[in-house]
Nanobody
Framework: QVQLVESGGGLVQAGGSLRLSCAGSGRISSSTPMGWFRQAPGKEREFVAG????????YTADSVKGRFTISRANNRNTVYLQMNSLKPEDTAVYLC????????????????????????WGKGTLVTVSS
């Protein structure tokens, strides 16, 4: 059974930084996608950033490009999201997700909300950015 547990959320002022972590346990393949999504109150879940494997290509939403960076640990079960220059509109619950099959991030994003076809989800960590 795969479990994903996020940590690192909190309250930060605009312009500040946070680093989110997602620790996975169970059978997570090093080749299948892991990524971050977020959901603000009253809004649909949206893709934030994804990575295919440790050191592999990364994909970042236009809304966070240049500010957020995703990375994946060599043990393949941990993924991070470094968030810099945070804005109030980044306030949301950030969720980690992993897939059990190899898919491109184009396919993941194209599948759309709510689950984007991802098989495993964490419960999320709240990020609040004050102005």
């Amino acid at each position: 059974q795969v479990q994903l547990v996020e940590s690192g959320g909190g309250l930060v002022q605009a312009g500040g930084s946070l680093r989110l972590s997602c620790a996975g346990s169970g059978r997570i393949s090093s080749s299948t996608p892991m990524g971050w999504f977020r959901q603000a109150p009253g809004k649909e879940r949206e893709f934030v950033a994804g990575i295919s494997w440790s050191g592999g290509p990364t994909y970042t939403a236009d809304s966070v490009k240049g500010r957020f960076t995703i990375s994946r640990a060599n043990n393949r079960n941990t993924v991070y999201l470094q968030m810099n220059s945070l804005k109030p509109e980044d306030t949301a619950v950030y969720l980690c997700a992993a897939d059990s099959v190899i898919r491109s991030w184009g396919e993941v994003i194209g599948t759309g909300p709510p689950k984007y076809g991802m098989d495993y989800w964490g419960k999320g960590t709240l990020v609040t950015v004050s102005s």
